[in-house]
């Protein structure tokens, strides 16, 4: 696993369990012996699971003791049934169980959601996620992402330099890209237009991208045309499921989806306890 993934996905954890209280469940302390027992975590609809490898980290962070056997593979499009079986104190199973569910489900859902989109544009471009995520969650997030076959976006605004509207209020296009080169040239440089016009304004500069804002099928299509430098062109704005294929079709190299992340429709999973 990725150390800085690791990293934010223990900071995720410690913060989930102490937010839910996991370590002072006082119904289960009230009702039920310290005893053992097995809990399994079931997927109950179809879905692209993801988050398995999350399983023993949030369980451990609760109790140590706690046995994991994972019964899926990351990344598997499964039908419903069991992913993991989990032994242990019961108390334990109990005071993790939200917690592991929200962490597991969401993750989940959006490698679902991402895999619907990948098998849409059919190989012809990349499905790229956006910065637009839960505040303190964009690396789970993104990392649900990856597994359902899209590509990660820039993580955050010291990754790559992104130039857009607010940016040329005060620059021309080629200023703000000189600009950009001259203070950052190791970085990667991409500028937002809106219309041809800018496009091929942009185009001038060579910038190592372009993306596309809000602009019709039509219009990209007459841009990859243009596009005789081979610049990476990125289409975002509005486009869903129902409309991406004739983005697709259009002939950019990746486009961008914020719903892949700030619009997830969880899929249905519970743990159950014998």
Not at 29 to 37: F, N
């Amino acid at each position: 696993m990725d150390p800085r993934l690791l990293e934010e996905i223990k900071r995720n954890i410690a913060s989930a369990l102490k937010e839910d209280e996991a370590f002072s469940d006082i119904t289960t302390t009230a009702c039920l012996e310290k005893e053992t027992g097995v809990a399994t975590l079931l997927l109950k609809e179809e879905g692209v699971i993801a988050g398995l490898p999350f399983i023993p980290l949030i369980v451990h962070a609760l109790d140590p003791e706690i046995t994991v056997d994972l019964l899926a593979k990351e990344g598997a499009h499964l039908k419903p049934g069991p992913i993991a079986r989990i032994k242990g104190s019961i108390h334990s199973l109990l005071g993790v169980e939200r917690t592991l569910i929200n962490f597991i489900q969401h993750v989940t859902s959006i490698a679902s959601n991402t895999a619907k989109y990948v098998q849409a544009v059919q190989g012809k471009c990349d499905v790229l996620d956006t910065r637009k995520t839960m505040p303190g969650y964009r690396f789970l997030q993104k990392y649900g992402v990856q597994i359902g076959g899209g590509k990660n976006h820039r993580f955050h605004l010291a990754d790559q330099i992104l130039i857009k509207d607010n940016h040329l209020a005060c620059n021309t296009i080629g200023d703000a890209i000189e600009k950009a080169r001259k203070k950052y040239p190791d970085k990667r440089v991409q500028i937002e237009v809106e219309n041809l016009e800018m496009f091929e304004e942009a185009l001038k500069h060579k910038p190592d991208a372009i993306l596309l804002d809000n602009m019709s099928p039509e219009e990209i299509s007459l841009a990859a045309k243009k596009n005789l430098e081979g610049i990476y062109l990125e289409a975002s704005g509005n486009i869903k499921l129902q409309n991406i294929c004739s983005y697709a079709d259009t002939g950019v190299n990746g486009i961008s989806i914020g719903a892949l992340t700030h619009s997830v429709k969880a899929v249905d999973m519970s743990l159950e306890i014998t």
